[in-house]
């Protein structure tokens, strides 16, 4: 699995655009891009995953480049109850044929009111 | 059920004794995944299990850790004898293709005293 960096912390103002970047230089061919967020004390949550292009739902966007060796998760207007640690990932099948993401240590986000 | 769903929630044992922590995943999904998430730290891979498929294991620490998936449904995390360091918070997951889209539940917090 791809290896992914991002940054320790973020503070966004309430009702801002919240903008989380994560480095994945050496992800393969057949990796998707994976982010959840975690609110203290809760299981992580699933928020978006894509390939190459761009995706969009009701929770966020994500922006992958050209090259695949970075992506941009959006939260478009930031509440307080985005307030979590956002983790990043890349999965892929593993020797033994599992589909394994691996976590980080994420990106702690405050939304700051 | 609505969600993956493990207990107990807390569990405070003694160093030396074995534990069991359980799992009940979404119905219908046939990927189930345990991460151990250790204070400040990302989610470990522990172990995958996938229909009948011989579960991928590559991830347990030690022979002391070892899971079942029964009927293809519930599974149980067991750790023999523990030890300190196997303090932390267990988190089970599962999925409905086996791709990255997990439903994670709220997680065991473990603590070996």
């Known amino acids: 699995d791809a290896k992914t960096t991002q940054p320790p912390s973020m503070d966004c103002a309430e009702g801002r655009a919240a903008n989380l970047p994560c480095n994945h230089s050496t992800i393969s061919g057949n990796e998707y891009v994976y982010w959840y967020r975690q609110i203290h004390s809760q299981g992580p949550q699933y928020i978006i995953h894509g390939l190459k292009n761009n995706e969009t739902n009701e929770m966020a966007s994500l922006i992958i480049t050209e090259d695949r060796k970075s992506s941009t998760l959006i939260l478009p207007h930031a509440t307080l109850r985005d307030t979590a640690v956002y983790y990043c990932s890349c999965g892929g099948r593993s020797g033994a044929g599992s589909y394994q993401l691996t976590f980080g240590k994420g990106t702690k986000l405050s939304v700051i009111p | 059920g609505a969600g993956v769903s493990q207990s107990p929630s807390n569990k405070v044992t003694e160093k030396g004794k074995d534990v069991e922590l359980r799992c009940d995943p979404i119905s219908g999904h046939t990927a189930l995944y345990w991460y151990r998430q250790s204070l400040g730290q990302g989610l470990e891979f522990l172990i995958y299990?996938?229909?009948?498929?011989?579960?991928?294991k590559s991830g347990l620490p030690s022979d002391r850790f070892s899971a079942e998936r029964t009927g293809g449904s519930v599974s149980t995390l067991t750790i023999q004898r523990t030890q300190q360091e196997d303090s932390a918070v267990y988190l089970c997951?599962?999925?409905?293709?086996?791709?990255?889209?997990?439903?994670f539940g709220s997680g065991t917090r473990l603590t070996v005293v």
């Open positions: 299990f996938q229909g009948n498929s011989a579960p991928d």
């Open positions: 997951a599962s999925s409905l293709d086996g791709l990255g889209g997990y439903t």
